[in-house]
């Protein structure tokens, strides 16, 4: 008999609501749900493809164990703990807390108690070396965010704006970014009905461009040089919000001063734009009653990434889109606790400089988190305090971190390395213990993650109190033995004779957030439900309430929540005229465009989502994966034309780091003289000859100790400069 469940999709961020048709205790179908409030019935590809994902072949039913020959052997869970946990302690006694780091990966997002319980650990063994792939992906949102100052406010939001820039990002395929996740392409749609202007920014004319009424289509790497055109020609015009601007802004002169050498005729010349559509985003921002901007993981992974968001919070800010006092709060939360809008900024924080320092490069903690992108130097750099263990949490360092064969020697170093995951990765496939997880379906779900991310950056969050929660589905298939991942550290914490304390956030406004301390029963493990009930003890809606509504349900207020008036005792002022923002600004202005250095490198490689595929999962799906299984290079007919070669063709991409093999599409959308490829692809070297099957591992280009954030860490991940060539050998070759 088959059984149909309301659930919440996790294979990406977008949570979306979701049928699952359940027979014989297996999912055997996956479609949106009608009745979710939200998503109104969206699904895509990915989600749909659940049933597959939990039957999948390949997928791990036992955690593994690398044995002396290199191969692996199932392990019992429980063994596993007991073994790395006896592993642990000898290497913590011989090296020190320090020697031990964690990784979150983009998989531990979804799953609402694995970190809360993986940083647990972390803080009973003393180890701080916690990293995740926040710091890799969009690092500049937070850091600019503080240095420039948070409106305790909110932005407006997508649903409500007269005018929305998106620079570099693409969310009708990356269901994240601008347009809210939940049913991207119905919210656009609706949203051009009533008149608002779309303006996009991005080297290739993408799905979301398309759509655009404004579509400017740069060079890569050259967001500032743009965003700074546009802020001069709002100061200069006054098109700028001058009674905001005086009650909330300092630095206005200074910023002044340091945009104006980017005219439009500038502009134009060096970002490959025409002056008249720079004037055009300018104006249509700046005059539009309610207008938003974001910026996507390509300008955060380019060049001076963090440069591109503090001038696009300089832009909101001059031109006065924050929401104001008296004006309603659309979204006063549901999973999360009770928020009170204030009129204010919170003025400039720590950007960085605080916390763990790392041993290289100069960087410590920081707004985004310690730098993923310096771990494998953590790893292969002796002396005290070199990272010796490493546990993997919903990642694949090998195909995700910069410097692929960097990280593989690292990989190979480590004294221990554990890594949760499903399959055999190419990261797991380096490790000494796999651990099977649970899957989506099989464990409790909650929409907090997706609901949370409003408090990260500008257009992200759900634009209403819309909250979800789901039980788990089905049973783990039988004779299995896969655990949750927060029981793979209660576990081994045990073991090891800790306490776990989880730290919660509970409070959030002019002061900051304060943590809500919760220590764990160590001899009974708690349930899933129980550590959520834990994790929403301070929510606005009470977690029961949450569970009431199978489908989602939207939870407003009796009255409406509206912004309150400043605070004069807590009441900060935005910086637009950060020095270090602006020393860097200066260093744009008087350098030679990229376009015209490095002649032996004339074209730039930049990184873009696929529909079907998040990362490194998906890859090996049937149902997503109809289109071939690799990373196609996407380049302009004009150029294959010019290299003599044609679509389908391998090619030779080559920095001047390293060099690895791609096959090229024609993509008449791709601007001269750029390729667009997915990052996240490839495996080991050995695997190379593997082409097609397995993709090109685009972060094998980049080095991690040459043209990065000084800040965050982040090297040069888009926007790269490379050469093509037809490919000469099966294999590629590394500089």
Not at 436 to 447: D, F, I, N, Q, T
Not at 570 to 599: I, S, Y
Request: net charge negative.
């Amino acid at each position: 008999m088959t059984q149909v469940h309301s659930s919440i999709c996790r294979f990406c961020h977008a949570h979306c609501g979701i049928q699952v048709e359940v027979a014989d205790g297996r999912a055997v179908k996956v479609y949106g749900d009608k009745d979710n409030p939200v998503y109104h019935g969206f699904s895509c590809a990915k989600g749909r493809s659940l049933p597959e994902v939990h039957a999948h072949p390949d997928r791990l039913l036992h955690s593994q164990a690398r044995q002396a020959d290199g191969s692996f052997a199932p392990i019992a869970s429980g063994r596993a703990m007991d073994e790395v946990a006896a592993r642990l302690q000898r290497i913590v006694a011989e090296h020190g807390p320090r020697s031990v780091a964690l990784y979150l990966g983009t998989y531990s997002f979804p799953y609402v108690a694995s970190s809360p319980l993986a940083t647990a650990f972390m803080h009973a063994i003393g180890s701080r070396m916690i990293f995740t792939s926040a710091s890799i992906d969009q690092p500049g949102k937070p850091i600019a965010s503080a240095l420039h100052g948070r409106w305790l406010a909110g932005p407006y939001q997508f649903d409500e704006c007269d005018a929305w820039m998106l620079v570099g990002v693409n969310p009708l395929v990356a269901m994240s970014n601008g347009i809210p996740n939940s049913n991207p392409a119905r919210r656009l749609h609706r949203a051009k009905q009533r008149g608002l202007k779309l303006i996009v920014v991005d080297p290739r004319r993408s799905e979301t461009a398309e759509a655009a009424h404004l579509h400017l289509q740069p060079r890569p790497g050259e967001d500032p040089t743009i965003l700074a055109g546009m802020l001069r020609h709002v100061t200069r015009e006054g098109l700028y919000d001058r009674e905001f601007s005086a009650a909330h802004v300092d630095g206005i002169e200074t910023l002044i001063q340091a945009v104006e050498p980017f005219t439009p005729e500038y502009v134009a010349r060096r970002a490959g734009v025409r002056a008249a559509d720079l004037i055009e985003a300018a104006r249509i921002f700046a005059t539009s009653p309610r207008a938003g901007t974001t910026a996507g993981t390509g300008p955060n992974m380019a060049p001076r990434g963090t440069l591109t968001e503090y001038l696009l919070l300089a832009l909101t800010t001059l031109s006065g889109q924050w929401r104001r006092e008296g004006e309603e709060f659309p979204n006063p939360f549901v999973t999360l606790p009770d928020y009170t809008p204030i009129a204010q900024s919170t003025g400039p924080g720590r950007a960085w400089g605080y916390g763990e320092r790392l041993r290289v490069r100069g960087l410590t903690d920081a707004a985004s988190g310690l730098s993923a992108a310096a771990l494998a130097d953590e790893i292969l750099l002796p002396g005290d305090g070199q990272v010796k263990a490493l546990i993997n949490l919903g990642g694949n360092p090998m195909a995700a971190w910069p410097d692929q064969l960097r990280t593989h020697r690292a990989m190979q170093e480590l004294d221990l390395l554990v890594s949760l995951e499903p399959k055999l990765s190419a990261t797991a496939k380096l490790a000494d213990y796999v651990i099977a997880p649970r899957l989506s379906l099989e464990v409790p779900g909650l929409s907090m993650p997706n609901e949370s991310l409003w408090h990260y950056a500008v257009g992200l969050g759900y634009p209403v109190p819309y909250g979800q929660y789901t039980p788990a589905l089905v049973e783990p298939p039988a004779g299995s033995d896969v655990v949750e991942e927060w029981q793979f550290f209660h576990g081994v914490a045990r073991r090891m004779g800790l306490k776990l304390t989880m730290r919660l956030l509970n409070a959030w406004g002019p002061q900051g957030v304060t943590p809500r301390v919760v220590e764990l029963d160590m001899e009974h493990p708690p349930t899933t439900d129980e550590l959520f009930e834990m994790i929403c003890a301070d929510s606005r809606v009470p977690l029961s309430e949450v569970k009431r509504h199978p489908h989602g349900a939207l939870f407003p207020t009796e009255q409406p929540v509206v912004v309150q008036p400043p605070d004069a005792a807590t009441a900060g002022r935005f910086d637009v005229a950060n020095e270090v923002m602006l020393t860097e600004l200066g260093e744009v202005a008087g350098e030679k465009p990229d376009h015209e250095r490095a002649p032996d490198f004339p074209f730039r490689l930049i990184s873009r989502r696929l529909r079907d595929i998040l990362n490194s999962t998906g890859r090996d799906v049937p149902r997503l994966t109809r289109k071939g299984r690799h990373n196609a290079a996407y380049m302009n007919p004009a150029d294959l034309k010019a290299l003599g070669v044609a679509d389908g063709d391998v090619v030779e991409i080559r920095s001047p780091h390293a060099s690895i093999l791609g096959i090229v599409a024609a993509a008449p959308d791709v601007r001269e003289g750029v390729i667009s490829m997915a990052h996240a692809f490839g495996d080991a070297p050995e695997h190379d000859h593997a082409l097609r099957e397995l993709g090109s591992n685009t972060g094998r280009l980049v080095p991690v100790d040459r043209e990065y954030d000084p800040y965050s860490g982040m090297p040069r991940m888009s926007a790269i400069q490379v050469a093509v060539r037809p490919a000469e050998a099966p294999a590629a070759r590394a500089g």
